[in-house]
C-alpha cells in the first residue's frame, strides 16, 4: 500500500511540474524599424522526432538599408542551428553558436537578448 500512495505521488508531482515541452514545428516572428534598418525576422523552429531535447532552428531575415533618405535593395539572409532544450529552465541553448533563447507566456514570446518574438500562430 506504501509503495502504491509513493508511486500515485510522484505521478503527481511529474505532472504538476512547470516544463514546458516543444511542439514539432513553431514560427516566431519579429519586425523592427528605425532610421537606418527596416527588419523582418522569422524564427523556426522544429523539434526533432527522435528526441524531445534537440531542436533545429532556421532563420529567415530580409532588410532594407537606409542612408541619407534614400532606401536600397532588400537583402535576405538565411541561417540554421540546432540548439538543446532545457524544459526546466524554458531556454534553447546552441553551445557552437553561443546563443540562447528563452521562452516566455506559455510558448507565445521567445527572448533572443534584447529581441522578443511573437508567435506566428
Not at 43 to 71: E, F, N, P, Q, W
Amino acid at each position: 500500500m506504501k509503495y502504491i500512495l509513493f508511486l500515485a505521488f510522484l505521478v503527481l508531482v511529474a505532472s504538476c511540474s512547470n516544463e514546458i515541452q516543444l511542439e514539432p514545428r513553431m514560427a516566431y516572428f519579429l519586425k523592427w524599424d528605425n532610421g537606418f534598418h527596416s527588419i523582418d525576422d522569422t524564427l523556426i523552429l522544429s523539434a526533432s522526432a527522435g528526441t524531445k531535447d534537440v531542436c533545429r532552428i532556421d532563420r529567415h531575415t530580409s532588410y532594407i538599408k537606409r542612408l541619407d533618405g534614400r532606401s536600397f535593395p532588400r537583402e535576405w539572409k538565411n541561417e540554421t542551428w540546432v540548439a538543446d532544450w532545457n524544459a526546466g529552465k524554458r531556454t534553447l541553448i546552441s553551445e557552437n553558436k553561443g546563443r540562447i533563447l528563452v521562452m516566455e507566456d506559455d510558448r507565445k514570446v521567445l527572448v533572443w537578448g534584447n529581441r522578443r518574438y511573437a508567435r506566428i500562430k
